[in-house]
């Protein structure tokens, strides 16, 4: 919401926005401005909570061996790390890659991610619900 402020800031690029989006000082004024916010906030917070269980859950396994190889995503032999590797890749990995689950990060993304963004630009641009 910050990075928002600062890029729709007519001093930044807010003037071109509204010219492209067709706002006018009449229609910037129209709205219940605090609901708008606290909807956005809302939708805000839902983006960085989705976006966080994404890059936990996909980074979980392979994102720890990253880190704790150095880079090398080569564990020490018969280490801790080389033994959950192992389960991990021959019990775990195979059941991530199915239409299902890719599917259902699909839904994730569309419902929690896109959604929200095209609600909020919907929101700061007073139109309805719809696309035109």
């Keep these: ?22 706002m006018t000082e009449e229609k910037m004024k129209s709205g219940i401005v605090p609901l708008i916010f606290g909807i956005a906030f ?3 917070l839902q983006l ?17 061996t990253h880190y704790a190889t150095d880079g090398t995503m080569k564990p020490e032999s018969g280490s801790e790390l080389a033994l959950w ?3 991990f890749q021959e019990n ?5 890659h199915t239409f299902s689950h ?8 569309g419902l929690m991610l896109i959604f929200p963004i095209i609600l909020n630009n919907a929101l700061f ?6 696309i035109p």
């Excluded at 919401?1 to 067709?22: D, L, N, S, T």
């Design 85 to 87: 590797v192992d389960y």
């Design 102 to 109: 890719g599917a259902t990060h699909g839904l994730i993304i």
């Design 125 to 130: 641009e007073r139109r309805g619900w719809y």
């Design 1 to 22: 919401m910050i990075m928002a402020f600062i890029w729709y800031h007519e001093k930044a690029f807010g003037k071109a926005w509204a010219a492209g989006a067709g």
């Design 48 to 64: 960085a909570l989705t976006m966080n269980f994404q890059a936990v859950h996909d980074a979980q396994v392979l994102g720890a």
């Design 92 to 96: 775990l990995a195979l059941s991530n």
């Design 42 to 44: 809302l939708f805000s």
